[in-house]
């Protein structure tokens, strides 16, 4: 009687023990699954946002504006004395028809620079691509310039002015096809013709 007594007083208590640790045990289990559930979720939704159309889309267009408007400051930054330089530059950030242009005309071109000795320097005031089509890997850019020119004497004028320009993507990243001035009132095509300074 008392053996049994112990017996059944000891399920009790072993069933007690068992029914006190149960809650604690499923929080505890639960806790562990939605830590676990977080976990992944935030990781994944950060793997999704770096690798999101959105945020490569933009990413390409900071790119593409980024090096058009590097492109459009070479074309209308010449220094007489380093006209080589310069005009390598020019045809560095040049591709398709522009470059061929430029290399048409560059022993002309050299000639008038050297005789009227003029130093040109350009600052970009605003910038914004019309168009970009990564499939043909070519874009728009339109540039608000200020264009400052020195003469060997007598004051340095300065104007402004908007280019407008086509670029294509190369294997040495995206370069000016064609330049143009864009007139005021119009969004006007680009010409194909490099901004003189």
């Known amino acids: 009687m008392d053996a049994a007594e ?12 068992f029914r006190l640790s ?24 950060w793997y999704h946002a770096e690798h999101s159309g959105t945020v490569a889309s933009a990413r390409l267009r900071d790119q593409v504006l980024q090096q058009g408007e590097q492109a459009v400051l070479n074309f209308n930054t010449l220094d007489y004395r380093h006209l080589s330089q310069g005009l390598g530059l020019w045809q560095s950030s040049s591709t398709g028809t ?14 008038a620079v050297r005789k ?14 019309t168009s970009l089509n990564p499939q043909a890997r070519t874009a ?7 264009i400052t020119v020195k003469p060997p004497t007598g004051q340095a004028t300065t104007k402004q002015s908007r280019l407008e320009g ?23 095509a680009a010409t194909g013709q490099g901004a003189t300074p």
């Open 98 to 111: 522009l470059h061929a242009q430029i290399t048409r005309g560059q022993a002309q071109f050299e000639q």
């Open 166 to 188: 086509s670029l294509q993507q190369t294997s040495q990243g995206w370069k000016l096809s064609a330049l143009g001035q864009v007139p005021v009132g119009t969004a006007g």
């Open 22 to 45: 149960s809650p604690l045990l499923a929080v505890a289990i639960t806790l562990v699954v939605i830590a676990a559930g977080c976990a992944g979720w935030f990781g994944w939704s």
């Open 116 to 129: 009227a000795k003029t130093v040109t320097t350009a600052t970009v005031l605003d910038a914004a691509l």
């Open 6 to 17: 112990l017996g059944t007083s000891g399920q009790v208590v072993t069933t007690r023990a």
């Open 140 to 146: 728009s850019i339109i540039v608000a310039v200020q």
